[in-house]
């Protein structure tokens, strides 16, 4: 717009920059005149630091990416009984949403329409599929009611804890960790009292 | 694009491709030629129907609201202890986003930059109210957990409830039934057998 700023980003900072820009405008809809303007500097500095947009937004889902799948490989989430691990990696799922809400709400945008996208779509699947893994596993041992179907017991915890990147704000009393029990709560033990 | 068919349209059908185009390439996206061209006819007769594209949008988010507003009015939203007018409401509204997929998916796309997507926004809280003041009722007479906030509980509801628009497709085995089932079992039961 103006002159320029001396470039002092580091390859973090002006990520952080660029997940903003895309989360506003979309990623399709962003250019690099867009992540110049918001960045403060010129085009030919965003270039010295990455290759293009696409690959900004490979590094910003692959932040989101290794936050979710490191969940999978933590104590909680590979040792105990398999109802366990679903709550483990439920409540780990929420803190990691909620740790890197700007990044998980980019992956939870993803359309498909390039390359990097269709590899986003292609790994939140995966990891979707370990989840319902985890659930059919406690299934089977009778902790999860069989009256509802896996896949679709799934989709709707995902449905729910995926919500969190459009409404939840940071805000005293309802912290990480709130956030985590309410999910739990609610998902597998219900909000009835009584049966 | 070529020769444009006989207008055969009425409000009701030219609406229903109005709201397809409208989900795939985003109402701020969409133009009237977008429009013309889905339907196969021309702009000229299309204003013949509606004033502009804002109509469509507003006819079609009408058709969302309308549909859920009217569940808060049937009888077993209103009869009976509150926790079971929870349960109605839950059931019905998953009913209504499958049976009006195309409409409700729109109304949950809307974004505010016009007029009427800022009144279909304000009727959509006005609809999360009113069913956070069934919770509230409910957990008043002791039925819902006291542990998790209301509003929370709600909006984590509503979470589940909306993200049926996203991965929702009709499927024998799983209608819409089945799927306000498991999101009653889930919402208010929890899926863990033991506790």
Redesign the interface.
Known sequence: MTTAKRDTYTPETLLSVAVQVFNERGYDGTSMEHLSKAAGISKSSIYHHVAGKEELLRRAVSRALDGLFAVLEEPGAVRGRA?ERVEYVTRRTVEVLVGELPYVTLLLRVRGNTRTERWALERRREFDHQVADL?KAAAAD????A???IR??T??????????V??YRPHPG?GPD??A???V???????????
Not at 185 to 195: E, I, K, N, P
Request: without cysteine; charged residues 25%; hydrophobic residues 50%.
């Open positions: 109802v659930l009778g902790d999860l009611r009256d509802v179907d679709l017991a989709r709707l915890l995902f449905g729910m804890v995926n919500s969190l459009e409404w309802t709130q956030l029990d309410a999910v709560h609610m998902a597998l033990d219900g909000l009835r009292t009584v049966r």
